[in-house]
């Protein structure tokens, strides 16, 4: 161990207790279950002279080191509530009053001698205290009580300080607020700080499970499901408040530069390049991200950066200079106040007395103060990095107006107030002059569209129905090549339009490093949070492959093949929900995919048609209700829309049918009443959620069904007979210069069907012909070109479509009608009846 002479305090308990050894604070947290709050301070101050034998000698690991001291704090803040409690008169052990650890106990990380930072509240249904004797009033005694027995007033051998100055509106309430009305100022007066200090909370005395429950309900104001990069300029404010208010920063307010050659006066929690910066960038990286981030849901700085790391949101070598620079600087932290058992922070401003210092932790003068410079430049660096608006030149400079194309006076208007800091937008005066170089951004971007007015009046449209406009120009502003991701949809694309409409939250995700995942619906265990998020994940995954398509990184196979494996994934999320709903866990369903989700070629706005098997031995109002619930779960219309629209329509009966099918009555109906049209419509069929056994069974059924000699003669007839009602309702001439993909003569409807009568006729096939129209059905429905002509087609998309249009578009209706002609022509005199087998 170092030298503890050269610490007053520590020699003083030496003289008290004597020699401590590797298990004297383990022994002291040991003791702590059999004391009462009279042995507190005895107990505090074995476990201190134990816990700097570990630091200083460096046989604990320092993130074991906070743990440590944190479980004794909470062992002794437990104490003295029930002591508190007991001494009020109240029965049995605290019921519905708990305490919060915030800051360094919260994060399971205190200092050798810190303060600790609480909060209590009580839930007024739970505590044993009628209304009628004040509930608040009774809690906040035994707040008091407990806080003199932890912090006895004049008396050297404290337990801990205690500071209450985190909960809300500290300056008028008592030390203990109702659960009611805390929740109450959170979600609808609370500051950014409030926030910031409930990152770190965790219930560590008193009715823990009321505490969770509290902290639970809290989670959608500490985490946020919308990247909130306003947090970064509320704690870049913080900061500088603290920086030119806080007392203990005198010394590095009146120096020439903020990092010195050497650390004198340096206050290592509050200064420039210290621990409360490496906080704030690791805390602003867990605000923005934390709410679809679930690893970074901790309250430990450490375990915060290693998940930053782990989740692909922090370089490997910057977690790795700021873990270090942190470790660093809270083991000087904690030698300077094993001094004198002191809460300092700020450094010796002479040479002389760092040798004191230096020498407790076994180190030189010189070294440590080299390392701690080091450090500071590695923080500060990264702290400006993160927290320091550097405006883009190009934007800032470029004079936009010069080259631009006549605008209407109105658009001009508009483009003027982008230009100014987005005022029309109720933007703050304070933040404009930082959002003139994102309007510069958009304006170019805009008005250099081939869309210029209509572009600008689109663009308007979407900022002014923001309902929080600043935070999502701030994340922009934060993150210009967003732009391209917003700019691009708007402009062209009515249907992403409509996403970004409904979720403005979309263009978070082209900052993440990995993709939306269904666990960000699954994890949460409210039922109407599970639907609100599951229409998040769809529109968000929509939105990040249409953008890919549109800009060329994924073709139209990759976009078919991301859209069926969303769909997919949402439709076993939507199972799970249903199942945990019913609370029927085993329930066993196999989902049959019909149309373009059969065919593993979802489109643009596609439903999804879908047949719902179940083993004969279900329950079938049990089935219903699952296939009912999960109906409702995928379509019922949300703030942000429905995830799918549903069309069981194919299923036997129709939609007079039952909704839920048994495998058994599957097949018979195949077998014994079903018209060929139906199994035109079932050869691109396939399981695609559920059961897999049951998937497996009902496959084999479908396989037998198609694979079953029939009569042809009557295949083909029928065959004839449905295409032409299809024709008389739905089908119609286009020429080959205008946009109609589907419902064309020649389209893709029809190669689509006659493929599939081609399937269970060994006739012509038509993959080429079907992969043909359903290409250009994706630009189509992604670019709003129904209707328009080839020539209407925006120019930045033009070279990724097919050459030569309207020439691509009549060799495919050729190729179309030269297989239905294979059939020969149609009977008018057929009649539709059921399948006739020939074996």
């Given at each position: 161990?170092?030298?503890?002479?050269?610490?007053?305090?520590?020699?003083?308990?030496?003289?008290?207790?004597?020699?401590?050894?590797?298990?004297?604070?383990?022994?002291?947290?040991?003791?702590?279950?059999?004391?009462?709050?009279?042995?507190?301070?005895?107990?505090?101050?074995?476990?201190?002279?134990?816990?700097?034998?570990?630091?200083?000698?460096?046989?604990?690991?320092?993130?074991?080191?906070?743990?440590?001291?944190?479980?004794?704090?909470?062992?002794?803040?437990?104490?003295?509530?029930?002591?508190?409690?007991?001494?009020?008169?109240?029965?049995?052990?605290?019921?519905?009053l708990f305490i919060l650890g915030l800051g360094k106990l919260g994060g399971h990380d205190l200092n050798f001698s810190s303060d600790i930072d609480l909060i209590a509240y009580y839930d007024p249904d739970v505590l044993p205290v009628p209304e009628s004797r004040g509930q608040a009033y009774i809690t906040s005694k035994v707040m008091k009580r407990m806080t003199k027995i932890l912090m006895p007033p004049h008396d050297p051998d404290f337990v801990y300080r205690v500071d209450w100055r985190l909960r809300p509106e500290?300056?008028?309430?008592?030390?203990?607020?109702?659960?009611?009305?805390?929740?109450?100022?959170?979600?609808?007066?609370?500051?950014?700080?409030?926030?910031?200090?409930?990152?770190?909370?965790?219930?560590?005395?008193?009715?823990?499970?009321?505490?969770?429950?509290?902290?639970?309900?809290?989670?959608?104001?500490?985490?946020?499901?919308?990247?909130?990069?306003?947090?970064?300029?509320?704690?870049?404010?913080?900061?500088?408040?603290?920086?030119?208010?806080?007392?203990?920063?005198?010394?590095?307010?009146?120096?020439?530069?903020?990092?010195?050659?050497?650390?004198?006066?340096?206050?290592?929690?509050?200064?420039?390049?210290?621990?409360?910066?490496?906080?704030?960038?690791?805390?602003?990286?867990?605000?923005?991200?934390?709410?679809?981030?679930?690893?970074?849901?901790?309250?430990?700085?450490?375990?915060?950066?290693?998940?930053?790391?782990?989740?692909?949101?922090?370089?490997?070598?910057?977690?790795?200079?700021?873990?270090?620079?942190?470790?660093?600087?809270r083991r000087l932290e904690n030698a300077l106040q094993m001094m004198r058992n002191g809460h300092e922070h700020v450094l010796p401003q002479q040479e002389a007395d760092w040798s004191d210092i230096a020498a407790l932790m076994g180190e030189t003068p010189a070294s440590l103060m080299t390392r701690t410079t080091d450090h500071r430049h590695i923080v500060s660096t990264r702290f400006s990095a993160m927290f320091t608006v550097t405006p883009d030149a190009s934007d800032k400079t470029e004079p936009v107006l010069d080259a631009m194309p006549h605008l209407d006076e109105d658009t001009q208007d508009i483009v003027d107030d982008w230009l100014s800091?987005?005022?029309?937008?109720?933007?703050?005066?304070?933040?404009?002059?930082?959002?003139?170089?994102?309007?510069?951004?958009?304006?170019?971007?805009?008005?250099?569209?081939?869309?210029?007015?209509?572009?600008?009046r689109r663009v308007d449209a979407y900022l002014s129905s923001l309902s929080r406009s600043e935070q999502y120009l701030s994340l922009l502003a934060a993150n210009p090549a967003l732009l391209d991701a917003l700019v691009g949809p708007l402009l062209h694309s009515p249907h992403m339009s409509v996403l970004l409409a409904q979720s403005p939250h979309i263009i978070d995700t082209f900052l993440a490093p990995f993709p939306p995942t269904i666990d960000f619906v699954l994890a949460e265990h409210d039922y109407e949070t599970r639907l609100e998020r599951l229409r998040r994940f769809v529109?968000?995954?929509?939105?990040?492959?249409?953008?890919?398509?549109?800009?060329?990184?994924?073709?139209?196979?990759?976009?078919a093949a991301a859209l069926t494996q969303q769909a997919e994934t949402v439709l076993e999320a939507a199972l799970s929900i249903a199942r945990d709903d019913l609370k029927a866990p085993d329930l066993a369903i196999a989902v049959v995919g019909m149309g373009k989700l059969g065919q593993s070629r979802m489109m643009p706005q596609s439903d999804l048609d879908l047949i719902f098997l179940f083993d004969d031995g279900?329950?079938?109002?049990?089935?219903?209700k699952a296939v009912r619930r999960l109906s409702t779960i995928l379509t019922t219309p949300l703030r942000e829309g429905i995830a799918y629209e549903l069309d069981m329509r194919l299923r036997p009966s129709g939609r007079s049918g039952p909704p839920a099918v048994t495998l058994s009555a599957f097949r018979r109906h195949h077998e014994e009443f079903a018209r060929n049209w139906e199994h035109i419509a079932l050869a691109p069929a396939r399981i695609v959620a559920g059961d897999p056994d049951l998937g497996a069974k009902a496959e084999a059924i479908i396989a037998d069904i198609l694979n079953r000699p029939r009569d042809q003669a009557q295949l083909?007839?029928?065959?004839?007979?449905?295409?032409?009602?299809?024709?008389?309702?739905?089908?119609?001439?286009?020429?080959?210069?205008?946009?109609?993909?589907?419902?064309?003569?020649?389209?893709?409807?029809?190669?689509?069907?006659?493929?599939?009568?081609?399937?269970?006729?060994?006739?012509?096939?038509?993959?080429?012909?079907?992969?043909?129209?359903?290409?250009?059905?994706?630009?189509?429905?992604?670019?709003?070109?129904?209707?328009?002509?080839?020539?209407d087609v925006p120019d930045i998309y033009a070279a990724l479509m097919p050459t030569n249009l309207p020439d691509h578009q009549a060799k495919l209706e050729q190729q179309v009608r030269r297989a239905v002609d294979h059939y020969g022509p149609a009977n008018p005199s057929a009649e539709m009846r059921p399948v006739i087998w020939t074996t």
């Open positions: 161990m170092s030298d503890c002479s050269f610490s007053p305090y520590l020699s003083r308990l030496i003289e008290r207790f004597g020699q401590p050894t590797e298990h004297t604070a383990h022994d002291a947290i040991a003791t702590l279950a059999g004391a009462d709050a009279a042995n507190l301070p005895e107990l505090k101050a074995r476990f201190n002279l134990g816990w700097a034998y570990l630091a200083l000698s460096q046989q604990c690991p320092f993130k074991d080191l906070g743990r440590l001291q944190s479980t004794f704090a909470d062992g002794a803040v437990e104490i003295a509530l029930r002591a508190a409690w007991h001494a009020e008169k109240l029965p049995g052990e605290p019921q519905g500290a300056s008028v309430t008592g030390l203990a607020l109702s659960t009611s009305r805390a929740q109450d100022f959170y979600f609808f007066r609370a500051l950014p700080w409030h926030r910031l200090a409930l990152l770190k909370a965790r219930v560590i005395a008193g009715d823990k499970t009321v505490g969770d429950s509290f902290l639970a309900d809290l989670s959608p104001f500490i985490w946020r499901q919308n990247l909130d990069f306003r947090a970064i300029d509320e704690l870049a404010e913080l900061k500088t408040r603290i920086n030119l208010e806080h007392p203990r920063m005198k010394v590095e307010r009146v120096t020439a530069t903020p990092i010195m050659e050497h650390p004198l006066g340096f206050n290592v929690k509050l200064g420039t390049g210290g621990i409360r910066e490496v906080e704030f960038i690791t805390n602003a990286k867990q605000m923005i991200w934390g709410g679809k981030h679930y690893a970074l849901r901790t309250t430990n700085t450490l375990e915060a950066l290693q998940a930053l790391k782990d989740e692909g949101l922090f370089e490997a070598a910057d977690t790795e200079r700021l873990t270090a620079a942190y470790c660093d600087h800091g987005f005022r029309r937008y109720n933007i703050r005066t304070s933040k404009r002059a930082r959002l003139k170089p994102l309007g510069a951004a958009l304006a170019r971007r805009v008005i250099m569209s081939d869309v210029p007015d209509a572009g600008i529109n968000e995954g929509l939105f990040q492959n249409y953008h890919a398509f549109l800009t060329g990184t994924k073709d139209w196979r990759e976009l279900v329950d079938r109002d049990l089935a219903t083909i007839a029928d065959a004839h007979y449905m295409w032409n009602k299809i024709v008389v309702e739905r089908i119609r001439p286009v020429p080959t210069n205008q946009f109609e993909t589907k419902l064309r003569d020649g389209g893709l409807m029809m190669a689509d069907f006659w493929d599939s009568v081609g399937k269970l006729a060994e006739g012509p096939r038509l993959p080429r012909e079907c992969d043909g129209w359903a290409e250009l059905l994706y630009w189509e429905r992604l670019l709003g070109l129904s209707g328009l002509r080839v020539k």
